[in-house]
């Protein structure tokens, strides 16, 4: 079956099927649920300013975005609202949310610290100068501190630490259900989930699997559990660039 529908992420190389948006990865594991087939298209942050604003007609338009036999959806809230007529990925809704305000903060900000500098590395020329000015207010030297910082051993070791911790509240919500939405998976799910996808990107010196010390610990039995389960739900196939 060809998929008509175009999920559009962020890649750090053009003309690839990749992505590193926990965003665009939260959309397609609720596609994935929802049973929706789709193709990725990897976007740098600079296609995203150009060739993606003028194939849509759209400006300011982000990632994640989708192209639905010629209608335009972005805001990854609002790309599963499209999809989800009947409510089905949000049975507590008030629950869902909660889980992705802790994501979208706490999380977020542990991953965020290897995350940024491996992506100011990972970056092309053109996307590199719209990296720094918009997310940096064009302060290199910040920037190139956090980079800085990842071929300190022991930071690297101190920033996968405090991963793993923020993922102990997971644990616990996980020892009482199978899934953060409940006895099935939903919205809940997809939030942390594209964190994970996301953390698998990361490249860190002297840390090529990282994954062991935080989302696969031996601390963090359900977690793991539950970081396959969802893969397996959604039907996902990790679309990562190689790590050398």
């Not at 910082?149 to 996968?160: I, K, M, T």
Request: proline fraction near 5%; glycine fraction near 8%.
């Amino acid at each position: 079956m060809t998929n008509s529908l175009t999920l559009y992420g962020l890649t750090t190389q053009k003309g690839t099927a990749t992505n590193v948006s926990p965003y665009a990865w939260k959309t397609a594991v609720c596609l994935g649920l929802l049973g929706i087939p789709y193709t990725w298209e990897g976007k740098t942050f600079e296609e995203i300013r150009t060739t993606l604003e003028e194939e849509s007609g759209i400006s300011g338009i982000l990632v994640p975005a989708v192209n639905d036999e010629g209608t335009w959806v972005w805001d990854s809230l609002k790309i599963v609202r499209h999809f989800d007529k009947k409510g089905e990925l949000f049975l507590d809704e008030g629950e869902a949310r909660t889980i992705e305000e802790w994501a979208d903060t706490k999380l977020r900000g542990v991953i965020a610290m290897l995350l940024i500098p491996w992506l100011y590395e990972a970056q092309d020329p053109a996307s590199l100068e719209w990296f720094i000015k918009v997310k940096f207010g064009g302060d290199r030297a910040a920037v190139a501190s956090m980079r800085d910082s990842l071929n300190e051993p022991a930071h690297v070791q101190h920033r996968l630490s405090a991963i793993r911790e923020a993922l102990e509240v997971i644990e616990e919500r996980l020892k009482q259900s199978p899934f953060l939405s409940g006895v099935k998976p939903g919205y809940a799910d997809a939030v942390v989930w594209g964190w994970y996808a996301t953390s698998q990107a990361i490249k860190v010196p002297g840390f090529n699997d990282s994954g062991k010390l935080t989302w696969r610990s031996p601390d963090l039995p359900h977690v793991r559990t539950w970081v396959d389960a969802i893969q397996k739900a959604s039907g996902i196939e990790l679309a990562l660039l190689p790590k050398e």
